[in-house]
């Protein structure tokens, strides 16, 4: 099969790897119908986060028909188009209890094999799905093919930084970055009851895009957002801001811009043994700091009939759509920012 791969820093190869075999009666074999570049393959793309193997197929982000399934399989068959998140989930230890799927103990992340060991992803035409009856979920009606792929990631986790926060319709909220997930978390925010929400980014195209869904930008270049929110805010700074970016500088601002009494809510991967802030700065300020992966699996559900009302256009951050053999162009563009790239969307 095509796909793909990793081969080192800003290095991604399409080219022809072995198809994937059933290796557990629980598996199943997922012919791709659409897949992604998500921000998070940027850190891997950059090797801010080390120890992928080359050769790995890359994606967590796909949606797809299956078209084998293991002897064990007993909720899905040959033909269902299904949607996956972005991590394997068993469903019965006591973290998929809680509903914090993201951290099952025979959980694996998409598109990650270090020495060896691991999946491959979803930008590629198969992918081998362990545990499948508790980690895939068929596309529901009135669900497009683009709003299940959304729902396998980007949504649920931009959904996940707005919960963490706690809103109430009277606070005022910042989002830091209008990539994909930046943008869910506004949409997140303003389904949330959220009326004062500002988004926080330098690139004029993604902060139009958080405008339409309500948000007030706010044009890093052009403007200082501490004094912004300050102002807005008697002075004290935002109730909670969402950092979605993984980088230091986004970690600090969040720090600058929160009231005492606070929250930070984090959803961008970080991979510095340190944060922007330290423990002593926060007690200072009575800071309530929520970091982690989303549980995709668990949210998936949650926000099904969410989508099913169409409230919220969140397709319309789609900005491209291109055959996978484009895929390198593709990682190229969405990494510079180039040609209004926002959000990608790959087709095998």
Same mark, same amino acid.
């Given at each position: ?122 930008? %590629? ?124 500088? %986004? %970690? ?43 549980? %995709? ?52």
């Amino acid at each position: 099969m095509q796909a793909l791969t990793f081969h080192g820093k800003e290095k991604i190869e399409y080219e022809s790897i072995d198809d994937p075999q059933i290796e557990s009666p629980d598996d199943v074999i997922l012919r791709v119908i659409l897949t992604t570049v998500c921000g998070s393959d940027l850190h891997v793309y950059h090797e801010r986060e080390k120890g992928l193997d080359h050769g790995t197929a890359m994606g967590h982000e796909f949606i797809g028909e299956i078209v084998e399934t293991g002897k064990a399989v007993r909720s899905f068959e040959k033909g269902d188009r299904v949607m996956c998140p972005f991590t394997t989930n068993c469903g019965e230890c006591f973290y998929c209890r809680i509903g914090l799927t993201c951290r099952c103990v025979r959980g694996q992340l998409f598109g990650w094999i270090q020495d060896g060991n691991g999946l491959h992803g979803g930008q %590629a035409e198969l992918v081998r799905i362990p545990m499948a009856d508790s980690t895939l979920m068929r596309i529901p009606e009135g669900i497009s093919d683009e709003e299940a792929l959304f729902l396998c990631d980007i949504f649920p986790t931009g959904y996940f930084c707005a919960d963490m926060a706690g809103i109430e319709p009277s606070g005022t909220y910042a989002v830091l970055g209008c990539g994909p997930v930046g943008l869910m978390a506004a949409v997140g925010a303003i389904a949330h009851g959220a009326k004062n929400l500002y988004s926080i980014d330098r690139v004029p195209y993604r902060l139009e895009l958080a405008a339409a869904f309500g948000a007030t930008p706010i044009d890093l270049s052009r403007s200082d957002p501490a004094e912004v929110i300050r102002e807005a805010t008697d002075g004290r700074g935002a109730d909670a801001v969402f950092e979605v970016v993984g980088s230091e500088e %986004a %970690a600090r601002l969040a720090f600058v811009l929160v009231r005492p009494g606070g929250v930070i809510s984090t959803v961008g991967v970080h991979s510095k043994e340190s944060y922007s802030f330290s423990l002593g700065e926060g007690y200072d300020r009575n800071i309530t700091f929520r970091i982690g992966r989303c549980p %995709a699996r668990h949210y998936m559900e949650r926000l099904i009939p969410l989508v099913q009302k169409k409230t919220y256009d969140i397709t319309s951050i789609v900005s491209h759509r291109m055959p996978m053999s484009e895929g390198v162009h593709a990682y190229r563009i969405f990494d510079k920012k180039q040609d209004k790239a926002s959000k990608i969307l790959l087709e095998p």
